[in-house]
T-cell receptor
Framework: AQSVAQPEDQVNVAEGNPLTVKCTYSVSGNPYLFWYVQYPNRGLQFLLKYITGDNLVKGSYGFEAEFNKSQTSFHLKKPSALVSDSALYFC??????????FGGGTRLMVKP | DAGVIQSPRHEVTEMGQEVTLRCKPISGHDYLFWYRQTMMRGLELLIYFNNNVPIDDSGMPEDRFSAKMPNASFSTLKIQPSEPRDSAVYFC?????????FGQGTRLTVV
């Protein structure tokens, strides 16, 4: 079965510092991987996806993610965090039929 | 397009009552998903449809839950009878070519 794990419940970072939100995956075959963000009282919003090709994927709001096949990881990164980046972040893997399986989520807190 | 539209945004009901949640997907999307989000269990997929046909309902917790998609522009999730443990935020999402777009959710409180 396809699955993703987010080992950190919360990540704290100072504004202006780089941030990393971790995700590891377990899939059979080639993984289709996604990152979504959820702001308070809102639905999830798509940030970026990895299907194939370049291991560094660029997405919305200055976020990027690095696919590492040997470490089965897909970590979300941003060079310089903003207070407005504070939100809940979900990693997901696509299974058959466009179905997404989400990780448990990581709360990102960016402090001024 | 206005995105995925869910109604109502908030629902408070008494235990034992029937609850119906509604979703209008984005036009042209061929997949529709119902998710439930709670603090304890995170995001759970309840059921999904492809071209209006239910494909996988293994996530539906009990027979009290049912979902329909009578046409490409409308879906419902019904809980009958409702119980306090059904309290959660219910999300509808639609997708085309793999990227899912979520509605703003319905916050259900069963008292």
């Amino acid at each position: 079965a396809q699955s993703v794990a987010q080992p950190e419940d919360q990540v704290n970072v100072a504004e202006g510092n780089p941030l990393t939100v971790k995700c590891t995956y377990s899939v059979s075959g080639n993984p289709y991987l996604f990152w979504y963000v959820q702001y308070p009282n809102r639905g999830l919003q798509f940030l970026l996806k990895y299907i194939t090709g370049d291991n560094l994927v660029k997405g919305s709001y200055g976020f990027e993610a690095e696919f590492n096949k040997s470490q089965t990881s897909f970590h979300l990164k941003k060079p310089s965090a903003l207070v407005s980046d504070s939100a809940l972040y979900f990693c997901a893997v696509e299974s058959a039929g466009n179905m997404l399986t989400f990780g448990g989520g990581t709360r990102l807190m960016v402090k001024p | 397009d206005a995105g995925v539209i869910q109604s109502p945004r908030h629902e408070v009901t008494e235990m034992g009552q029937e609850v119906t949640l509604r979703c209008k997907p984005i036009s042209g999307h061929d997949y529709l998903f119902w998710y439930r989000q709670t603090m304890m269990r995170g995001l759970e997929l309840l059921i999904y449809f492809n071209n209006n046909v239910p494909i996988d309902d293994s996530g539906m917790p009990e027979d009290r839950f049912s979902a329909k998609m009578p046409n490409a522009s409308f879906s419902t999730l019904k809980i009958q009878p409702s119980e306090p443990r059904d309290s959660a935020v219910y999300f509808c999402a639609s997708s085309f070519s793999g990227v899912a777009f979520f509605g703003q959710g319905t916050r259900l409180t069963v008292v």
